[in-house]
C-alpha cells in the first residue's frame, strides 16, 4: 500500500515539474515540445517507481 501511495506522489510532483519544462520548451522550440515532454513524462514513470522501491523497503536489522 505505502508502495502505491509514495509511487503516485513520486510521479504527480515529476509530472507537475515537467509540465513547467514543457511549457517553457513550447516557448523556444514549438516543434521540439511534444518530444521532450514525452521523453521526460517515461523517465520519471520510470524514476519515480525505482525511487518508491528504495524509499519504501524494510529496514534490515544486523542479526549477532
Same mark, same amino acid.
Given at each position: ?8 506522489? $513520486?510521479? #504527480?510532483?515529476?509530472?507537475?515539474i ?5 511549457? +517553457? %520548451?513550447?516557448?523556444?522550440? /514549438? ?6 515532454? $514525452?521523453? #521526460? ?10 525511487? +518508491? %522501491?528504495?524509499?519504501?523497503? /524494510? ?6
Amino acid at each position: 500500500m505505502w508502495l502505491m501511495l509514495t509511487y503516485i506522489g $513520486l510521479a #504527480l510532483i515529476g509530472n507537475a515539474i515537467i509540465y513547467f519544462i514543457g511549457l +517553457a %520548451v513550447e516557448r523556444m522550440f /514549438p516543434a521540439a515540445s511534444l518530444l521532450v515532454f $514525452l521523453t #521526460l513524462f517515461f523517465l520519471v514513470l520510470w524514476v519515480a517507481w525505482v525511487g +518508491a %522501491v528504495k524509499l519504501t523497503e /524494510p529496514k534490515t536489522t544486523a542479526q549477532a
